[in-house]
């Protein structure tokens, strides 16, 4: 039997909001461009550092149980960020923290209800502000954003802008150590979709959570495999050969265990994904990726034998990458059947088309020209790799985002002009406006710098590395829309959250019992 500690009213508050306090004190100091990285322990004694907010999170648990649950219940406003818009999760734990303290002083004075639903409406305005003040991203903001990104390593910034701008509209960018101890950029063709890891014992990274199969074989099937038997032949040559097996199509629970059990016991090197979209766009997804793996898609009801399958049917990719959402497809170059196929398609786009033949040509186009950047990193040691390597990725992410909706003035400036158009009189709203100035507080004192007004003119802001006054975005101080909104959401649906708490139970742990 376990036995229960109970907290209440208070003291229960004031417990799990001294463990939201010291992960955001950690955690803050890397916020901004003057923002200053952490070194930390990882599990098996190894110094870290990093400037990247979600990894300093993650790696803290607190002592003290109840303080520990408020750290954990934080750190999901991080998560859900990261998972959203790839950054910002930083400016998510300092949301959080600000948004509980200012409602924290009016919870006695005011309804826990009233504040919360004001929160709420508050958040909408500030979103739709945002919104309102977006700016597309053009030319050199792509070298702003990422430079910002890498904490303004303006080499860094623009290697993975000139990534972005190597791969078009319709490519994908994405981040690997570098063997040679350089960092650079190396594009191949190659192709992406958004089906990811059907079972987390697939995955062959576990830092990263991806499956990654290299020079894999790739099986494309259009129909249902229900036994192990259908495929044996396949696996068998698969072992033989010592090769390892990609799989994009429908497979049953037990013939999906099966695969699992084998490929954690060593016997095979195994993904398997399922098949993309529905009707006939499923059918030109799989046509389009067995023609970019030059593989033979396997379909019952065109007359293939699915108790007969046989090893003729497997195409080849360079690399086969799974994370949690998507897949991505590295492939050597395009055949000769391909490039007839684009050349085709776009042929076909001058003429008069229908609006939804233009889109679904369009998006054809897209999965067969597409390319892989791969921004290889390299460094001195692997204490400067992992540091190097959080900074890229943040940055990927970044402006990614900043490119798929937009971007706001930086520093914390979008959210300060965007107080002004929450209604103080609204006891929530108030409580929102104090608070959404936090990251424009906390980057200031990063960086040494005394708050001596806040900028009155709708745009302008301070430069933490000159201390000057300054149009932020004329200047290349930038945030993706994407980042800023989803950050303000989260931390507002976390804070809102635990502000309802009046209890708190956790497990007595050993020490305290012996007390």
């Known amino acids: 039997m376990i036995v229960k500690n109970l907290n209440f009213g208070t ?35 190894k110094p870290v550092i990093t400037k990247d907010g979600v990894t300093v999170a993650d790696s803290i648990i607190l002592l003290d149980p ?43 004075k005011s309804n826990v209800r009233e504040i919360k639903e004001g929160i709420r409406s508050g958040v909408k305005k500030v979103v739709k502000y945002l919104e309102d003040n977006t700016v597309p991203v053009s030319g050199e903001m792509i070298d702003q954003i990422a430079t910002i990104s890498t904490n303004n390593d303006k080499n860094l910034g623009v290697l ?35 089906k990811g890891l059907l079972n987390q014992n697939l995955i062959t990274d576990k830092e990263k959570g991806v499956c990654e199969l290299d020079n894999p074989l790739v099986m494309i099937i259009d129909s249902k ?30 013939v999906l265990s099966a695969l699992v059990m084998n490929k954690m016991k060593g016997n095979i090197k195994i993904n398997v994904i399922d098949p993309p979209a529905f009707g006939l766009r499923r059918k030109e997804i799989l046509e389009d990726l067995a ?6 898609i ?18 080849t990719c360079l690399k086969a990458t799974t994370s949690q959402d998507q897949t991505i497809l590295r492939i050597e170059e395009l055949t000769s059947e391909v490039e007839k196929i684009i050349a085709k398609i776009k042929k076909d786009l001058t003429k008069k088309l229908k609006p939804h033949e233009v889109i679904g040509l369009e998006h054809r186009l897209a999965r067969l020209s597409a390319k892989v950047a791969i921004v290889k990193v390299g460094a001195d040691s692997d204490v400067e790799l992992k540091e190097k390597q959080d ?36 006891v929530g709203e108030k409580v929102l406006s104090r608070a959404i100035l936090a990251p ?40 993706p829309l994407l980042v800023t909104k989803s950050a303000l959401i989260n931390a507002a649906s976390v804070a809102t959250t635990i502000l309802s708490t009046d209890c708190v139970i956790n497990n007595i742990r050993i020490d305290e019992s012996n007390r």
């Open 440 to 479: 424009f507080k906390v980057i200031l004192d990063n960086a040494g710098l005394e708050q001596k007004t806040i900028p009155s003119t709708i745009g302008k802001g301070i430069d933490v590395v000159t201390g000057n006054m300054v149009h932020m975005i004329e200047e290349g101080i930038i945030d």
């Open 66 to 108: 109840v303080e520990n649950i408020g750290a954990t219940l934080i750190k999901e406003a991080a998560r859900k960020t990261v998972k959203e818009a790839g950054d910002g999760t930083t400016t998510a734990i300092v949301l959080t923290h600000a948004i509980l303290e200012e409602a924290y002083e009016e919870v006695d």
């Open 160 to 194: 993975i802008a000139d990534a972005f701008r190597g791969v078009g509209e319709t490519g994908v960018v994405i981040m690997e150590p570098s063997s040679l101890g350089e960092t650079k950029v190396e594009i191949v063709e190659g192709v992406e979709y958004d």
């Open 291 to 296: 023609l970019l793996t030059n593989s033979q």
């Open 298 to 315: 396997i379909n019952e009801d065109l007359g293939d034998d699915l108790n007969i399958i046989e090893v003729d049917y497997l195409g």
């Open 391 to 426: 900074r890229v990725e943040d940055a990927i992410c970044a402006t990614k985002a900043a490119i798929k909706e937009g971007i706001v003035s930086g520093g914390g400036i979008a959210l300060l002009n965007a107080a002004m158009h929450v209604n103080e009189e609204n």
């Open 225 to 254: 495999i229900d036994s192990i038997r259908q495929i044996q032949s396949v696996l068998e040559y698969v072992i033989k050969k010592n090769k390892s097996l990609l799989i994009i199509g429908q497979v049953e629970p037990p």
């Open 11 to 45: 003291e229960a508050r004031n417990q799990v909001f001294k463990g939201i306090e010291k992960l955001t004190n950690a955690v803050s100091s890397t916020l901004g461009a003057s923002g200053k990285c952490v070194i930390l322990e990882d599990a098996q004694g």
